[in-house]
């Protein structure tokens, strides 16, 4: 059988390396994102910028990639009290998590791409979820999703196979991955167009790519990008 992913695209810097790394290795792949009213929406205008140059720039992966799906799930913001999806200040709670904590976000995420994988024949679900970002949300924990894919696997009674080759890796080491997968090209590709900043700014270009510069998703961005150009230059 045919290898064939969905992968969450969000059109940030994470979920573009995966969209690269499934090209990479699966016969077919499919694109999924979420509308659920987060403040930084302009993410998702930088989903069709990145899928049309993909598709220009990458001719053996634009063979590849398959159709987009775009969910609206405007309920996930109706009833989360969040950072990313109320005009909030970003902080961090009694619990420990910051305010940027959706809850069950990737469960739901998740299970909503199941259902559109299931009918459409694609046995694997990639998404950038990694253990080593500062936030620690516990929806993106390894053990949480390998057993979120045993749950998926039985529930659907099929085999559900849930990828997530950024867990182990620094935001460094994320744009070595997308250097070995696609050269300086993707790396340009995804520092001029995905969007990674919390407070939706995209309108500052900086050397790391669009962003406020001081919010804890453009901190981190900054500081992996200046420490991979670090690695490039010796
Ligand atoms: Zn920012």
């Given at each position: ?48 910028v990145?899928?049309?140059r ?134 340009e590709l995804i520092r001029a167009e995905t ?10 270009l900086?050397?790391?790519g669009y ?24």
């Open positions: 059988m045919e290898r064939k992913a969905l992968v969450l695209f969000s059109g940030g810097q994470d979920s573009a390396t995966c969209l690269a790394w499934a090209l990479d290795r699966y016969a077919q792949v499919e694109t999924i994102g979420f509308h659920y009213g987060q403040r930084h929406a302009v993410e998702l205008e930088c989903r069709q990145v899928l049309d993909i598709k220009a720039q990458f001719p053996a992966w634009a063979e590849r990639l398959g159709p987009d799906h775009m969910l609206d799930l405007a309920l996930l913001g109706q009833i989360s009290d969040t950072a990313l999806t109320q005009h909030q200040e970003i902080t961090f709670k009694a619990s420990g998590l910051p305010s940027t904590f959706v809850p069950a976000r990737n469960l739901m995420f998740f299970t909503f791409a199941s259902a559109i994988a299931y009918r459409r024949g694609l046995r694997a679900l990639v998404g950038g979820m990694c253990e080593t970002d500062y936030s620690g949300y516990p929806d993106c924990r390894d053990n949480t999703l390998k057993a979120l894919q045993v749950a998926m696997s039985l529930g659907l009674d099929a085999p559900m196979v849930i990828e997530t080759p950024l867990m182990w890796l620094d935001k460094a080491q994320t744009w070595q991955l997308a250097e070995q997968l696609g050269g300086l090209a993707l790396v969007h990674t900043c919390y407070l939706g700014d995209h309108t500052h900086h050397r790391w962003g406020c510069g001081n919010c804890p998703a453009c901190e981190l961005r900054r500081d992996g990008y200046e420490a991979y150009v670090k690695t490039e230059v010796v």
